[in-house]
T-cell receptor, first 115, second 111 residues
Framework: SAVISQKPSRDICQRGTSLTIQCQVD?????MFWYRQQPGQSLTLIAT?????????ESGFVIDKFPISRPNLTFSTLTVSNMSPEDSSIYLC????????????FGPGTRLTVL | QQQVKQSPQSLIVQKGGISIINCAYE??????FPWYQQFPGKGPALLIA?????SEKKEGRFTISFNKSAKQFSLHIMDSQPGDSATYFC??????????FGTGTRLKVLA
């Protein structure tokens, strides 16, 4: 498995500002993922972040809104830019680490509220 | 074809009973089917996972049943306990690490 921490655990932000969320893993991993989970809803993949290359974004998510950094094999950041109330969600990072390479482990999430 | 349909949306079970959550998929290219358990305020935690080359996998009180021909898989929680009260998500992937999640089932086990 993997031990994943996220900072901040929660934040309340004003419309039009940006927030950067950090994800730290206790061991080196190839792939890291960022998800959004709106209240009471399922998880939606935002992007996949590989070290040394640009993140791959899913349909409906763009780099200008959700820039991602992956400076090394244990760390990634997701920035939510120019926030609006619709961005209020839980943001989760996950990593692949398991036999067969398909298993994802999730961090505790960052609960973002935009006023 | 990318959807994973999960039912029921919510489930109430008596302590000691069996909780059953079902998922169905369309894309036969999916080859990995994990189940996650999520408590309020926490990230999803991997519970159990299966590949389509087996029809059943059991880990403790948790069992996945997989029906490849019907493109369905289900989670059975035996001897359900109040501590099992959580939201459960099924997911499917096709070796690309991209998970497609079900809509979630909110389970409540009554003491």
């Amino acid at each position: 498995s993997a031990v994943i921490s996220q900072k901040p655990s929660r934040d309340i932000c004003q419309r039009g500002t940006s927030l950067t969320i950090q994800c730290q893993v206790d061991s080196q991993v190839t792939m890291m993922f960022w998800y959004r989970q709106q209240p009471g809803q399922s998880l939606t993949l935002i992007a996949t972040a590989n070290q040394g290359s640009e993140a791959t974004y899913e349909s409906g998510f763009v780099i200008d809104k959700f820039p991602i950094s992956r400076p090394n094999l244990t760390f990634s950041t997701l920035t939510v830019s120019n926030m609006s109330p619709e961005d209020s969600s839980i943001y989760l990072c996950s990593v692949d680490k398991g036999t067969g390479g398909d298993t994802q482990y999730f961090g505790p999430g960052t609960r973002l509220t935009v006023l | 074809q990318q959807q994973v349909k999960q039912s029921p949306q919510s489930l109430i079970v008596q302590k000691g009973g069996i909780s059953i959550i079902n998922c169905a998929y369309e894309n036969t290219a999916f080859d990995y089917f994990p189940w996650y358990q999520q408590f309020p305020g926490k990230g999803p935690a991997l519970l159990i996972a299966i590949r389509p080359d087996v029809s059943e996998k059991k880990e403790g009180r948790f069992t996945i049943s997989f029906n490849k021909s019907a493109k369905q898989f289900s989670l059975h929680i035996m001897d359900s306990q109040p501590g099992d009260s959580a939201t459960y998500f099924c997911a499917a992937s096709m070796g690309t690490y991209k998970y497609i999640f079900g809509t979630g089932t909110r389970l409540k086990v009554l003491a």
